[in-house]
């Protein structure tokens, strides 16, 4: 089990590396991109950013969530 654990938090920390070089690179290209390859790669690299990011995103409660009543008894 703790071998299947350290395996997954292995490929976790790979998807995370992957994920930080290609906002380098879409850095790069934003700062020398010129060419039209160069711009159909930023599209592929924002698809592939933004999927990481949803798939790391924390679903959060709904803005209009009224917090619940504290009811006080004596």
């Given at each position: 089990?703790?071998e299947?654990?350290a395996t997954?938090?292995q490929?976790?920390?790979?998807r995370e590396?992957?994920?930080?070089?290609?906002?380098?690179r879409?850095?790069?290209?934003?700062?020398?991109?010129?060419?039209?390859h160069?711009?159909?790669?930023?599209?592929?690299?924002?698809?592939?950013?933004?999927q990481?990011?949803?798939?790391?995103?924390?679903?959060?409660?709904p803005?209009n969530?009224l917090?619940?009543?504290?009811?006080q008894?004596?």
């Open positions: 089990m703790t299947i654990n997954s938090a490929a976790e920390q790979m590396i992957e994920y930080l070089q290609m906002i380098e879409f850095d790069q290209l934003w700062a020398s991109a010129t060419s039209e160069d711009q159909q790669e930023m599209q592929r690299l924002i698809i592939l950013i933004e990481h990011e949803k798939k790391r995103e924390i679903p959060a409660e803005a969530k917090p619940e009543p504290r009811i008894t004596v």
